[in-house]
């Protein structure tokens, strides 16, 4: 964040003042932002997904150093003419805080006044019995401000969503019914960074019998850096699954069953997902049709299954609706429309005998709403220098 070309500053006050100093100044280092997200998938109104911040996990530090090179510039009166070489030294600044990561609007890390090392101070002796006593004082200012200002999501079919932090953004599905959906997540965040570096250079002549006169005294503010600059943290890839019903058959026909008989017709519900799927069964129609049990639950490849029962009462057509209604994002309701007919009764009455049969799978009683799924995402601890 701060490697720069070197800053002359050129004399000061100026070459022709009787002591005079110049500095070069070169900035480096960066800004190093660690935290730890979490990837929400919710549903069945809509498929939102949202990132939020780990709690505990935020990390702003900031390194930064300046390689200092210093001259004075003498001209006594034609006593000393020139210009002499002081010092190169390296200066280290190191701040650093926590914050909760994509809570927190802005995170500041201020090193306005550090103590960074004492004035430094050269005698340079001018002729015998003249010297000159100079030291600099030096006062950097470091601020930087961090600010995270959305959070842009790819998702499968390179279609980028942007959010606020903390803002879910829809998801679009589609009905192909995905076993899991990929994502590719990155912040997108602001850095403020403010550096600067206060420079006093004072300067006093002491000459023996004389005693000391004072030459320069006079502060000299240098900025090396202001700008605001937008940085990228990611891309994370990381994966959600989800439940995914295999879509049973439209229709359902019993064909004619007599009046006092009773048949049965085995449904399937089959999890062609990657997460376990739960859902309700329910017959809108006539009564002479009915399915049990009224809800399923199929693990990730597994199924599980109603039966459809058929017992007319009367002559006739019938005619109902099966809705199948699962935690499938992509096909959350399915319609199955079950048909039969009757013409006639048992000759006998106790000459049917029928029994309640299922398909033999795992049946399971979910209560299933709004869904959560969470995968944690570690953003890439980055450097920016």
């Known amino acids: 964040m701060f490697d720069l070309v070197t800053v002359d500053t050129g004399y000061w006050p100026s070459q022709s003042d009787p002591i005079s100093a110049r500095f070069h100044i070169t900035p480096s280092g960066g800004v190093t932002t660690e935290f730890e997200a979490e990837s929400l998938l919710e549903w069945p109104s809509a498929l939102e997904q949202g990132i939020r911040g780990t709690p505990g996990t935020g990390h702003l530090e900031v390194e930064a150093e300046l390689e200092l090179e210093a001259e004075v510039y003498i001209n006594l009166f034609g006593i000393f003419v020139g210009s002499v070489p ?228 009367r002559p006739g057509d019938y005619e109902a609706t099966l809705f199948v209604t699962s935690s499938d994002p992509s096909v959350p309701q399915v319609e199955v429309v079950v048909r039969g007919s009757s013409g006639k009764g048992l000759v006998e009455e106790d000459a049917f005998s029928a029994s309640l049969t299922t398909c033999g799978c795992a049946s399971a009683t979910g209560n299933f709403g709004w869904l959560w799924l969470s995968a944690v995402a570690a953003l890439a601890r980055r450097r920016f220098g």
């Open 86 to 313: 002081l010092w190169t030294e390296n200066l280290r600044l190191d701040g650093e805080t926590e914050f909760e990561p994509l809570i927190e609007p802005e995170v500041v890390v201020d090193l306005t006044d550090p103590v960074v090392v004492d004035p430094f101070e050269v005698p340079i002796t001018i002729i015998t019995g003249v010297d000159l006593v100079f030291s600099v004082g030096v006062y950097p200012e470091l601020v930087e401000t961090f600010s995270p200002v959305r959070v842009e999501t790819e998702t499968g079919d390179a279609q980028v969503l942007q959010a606020q932090p903390g803002v879910p953004v829809t998801i679009p599905i589609g009905d192909n019914q995905p076993a899991e959906i990929l994502l590719t997540s990155t912040v997108v965040a602001e850095y403020d960074t403010k550096l600067d570096v206060v420079l006093e250079p004072a300067a006093s002549l002491d000459v023996i019998l004389l005693g000391s006169f004072e030459l320069i005294d006079i502060p000299l503010a240098v900025p090396l850096v202001s700008e605001v600059v937008n940085r990228t943290i990611g891309p994370e890839v990381y994966a959600h699954a989800l439940p995914a019903l295999r879509q049973p058959d439209a229709e359902v026909d019993f064909g004619s069953v007599e009046i006092g008989a009773v048949s049965n017709v085995e449904l399937p519900l089959e999890n062609i997902g990657a997460m376990g799927l739960e859902g309700t069964l329910v017959v809108n129609g006539d009564s002479a049709f009915s399915v049990f049990p009224k809800d399923f639950y199929a693990l990730p490849g597994q199924v599980d299954g109603a039966v459809l029962t058929f017992a007319p009462q």
